[in-house]
């Protein structure tokens, strides 16, 4: 899937319908949940089950009704993620929290699928044809939607943020191929002192905005505290921080698309670590939240580029890449504050370049042997989330069907 996001531009009142429109979402939603948490175990609720009764409650109250009925479902199929991930948790017996549904307060979207909207036939508008009264709005962004037939878009949402509205296309479109300016093998390091350090010695800068972005927003960020609550001033700090924290995140990603196309358009395989992102985040050393962040980001930006470049892509298990010798194999003992590598065999080299070469090198070998599971775009699904979407102010992809936000 790729999205196309547009900046809608519309009247004030025109805004309120979208608003209307995404809390009657909201509700259906969270009706969806209650029902499934009222009804007797025996009466197993599924997908199904919750699609009908989103038409049940389109009977029960008029302004469901006002929503297009297949916007009504993607909401209640939002209810079903909630809860079929609760249950995936259960079975798997994930440790920790299952993450039993909750009712959402802050929901910022509404989705429609492929009817309930029409696109103007020559200029770039759109209007949503149900009775919530959003009608005609204009779409502003570099994109043309039309360059795509109306019958691959699957999705059209519309998204809230602290800036405007969008509208998101989710077009079921094949990757244009682009070829390749060079056939190079890579190696990356993650770091702390880098954004990566690769094979071939290249140390990838973190660029100045992370640290001085992250430093601004924490001061927005306390700023709202120090309002009192339900006062204007909060509301307004809260909303200088939501656009703040946007700024920085689209800054973040276009460094990170950069980055990744580069790499892939250089080079036919490309290896870095797989890293257990979900345990690093709660790390509380700053810099190594924010080079959390913005790898993750790079990483999906690595398997899209990949698939567009045909270039092989493949996560390492990066266990003993920083100790051991990349040209002997020999265990070289090192803490973290040691900077270079250097072995007895003579090998000496700075510590991320030799672990770089190590990554690079289980690479090839999962290239080369039989399990090819993580090569190119057999990966793709599932690093591609929806919290990308919410970052990208141009296109992306993403993972079949959007999510709660
Ligand atoms: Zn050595």
Request: glycine share 6%; with cysteine; proline share 2%.
């Amino acid at each position: 899937m790729l999205v196309l996001e547009y900046k809608v531009k519309g009247k004030q009142q025109q805004y309120r319908a979208i608003d209307e429109a995404i809390r009657t979402t909201q509700f259906i939603r969270n009706k969806a949940i209650r029902y499934w948490i009222d009804a007797p175990r025996e009466a197993k609720i599924n997908r199904i089950a919750l699609n009908n009764y989103s038409t049940a409650l389109r009977k029960e109250f008029k302004f469901v009704k006002e929503l297009n009925s297949m916007a009504c479902q993607a909401a209640t199929e939002r209810a079903w993620s909630a809860i079929d991930r609760f249950y995936g948790n259960c079975k798997s017996k994930k440790p920790g929290k299952k993450e039993f549904p909750r009712f959402q307060k802050d929901n910022r979207s509404v989705e429609y699928k492929t009817s309930g909207w029409s696109l103007h036939p020559t200029k770039r508008r759109i209007t949503f044809t149900d009775d919530k009264g959003i009608s005609e709005v204009r779409l502003l962004g570099k994109w043309d939607i039309h360059t795509y037939p109306v019958k691959s878009i699957k999705r059209v949402r519309l998204v809230r943020k602290a800036d405007g509205y969008y509208c998101q296309f989710a077009v079921d479109i094949e990757v244009k191929p682009e070829s390749r300016t060079a056939d190079g093998e890579l190696g990356l390091d993650v770091g702390l002192e880098f954004f990566y350090s690769d094979s071939n010695g290249h140390h990838e800068e973190n660029p100045r905005f992370f640290r001085k972005a992250e430093k601004a927003i924490k001061h927005t960020q306390r700023q709202i505290y120090k309002k009192e609550k339900g006062k204007n001033q909060r509301r307004i700090a809260r909303l200088r921080y939501a656009k703040k924290h946007l700024r920085v995140s689209r800054q973040r990603n276009e460094h990170a698309l950069r980055i990744a196309r580069n790499v892939c358009k250089l080079n036919s395989l490309v290896a870095y670590e797989a890293l257990n992102v979900k345990g690093m985040v709660k790390n509380h050393c700053l810099a190594k939240s924010i080079n959390d962040v913005a790898w993750t980001l790079f990483r999906r930006w690595l398997e899209y580029f990949a698939i567009k470049f045909g270039t092989t892509v493949v996560a390492v298990n990066p266990r003993m890449t920083s100790q051991k010798c990349s040209d002997c194999g020999a265990i070289v003992k090192k803490s973290l504050s040691t900077r270079t590598h250097k072995c007895a065999c003579g090998c000496q080299l700075q510590r991320d370049v030799n672990a770089a070469i190590n990554i690079l090198n289980l690479g090839k070998q999962a290239r080369d042997g039989q399990s090819r599971s993580n090569a190119t775009g057999v990966a793709t699904s599932t690093l591609l989330g929806a919290s990308l979407v919410e970052q990208v102010a141009t296109a992306n992809v993403e993972s079949p069907g959007f999510t709660n936000k």
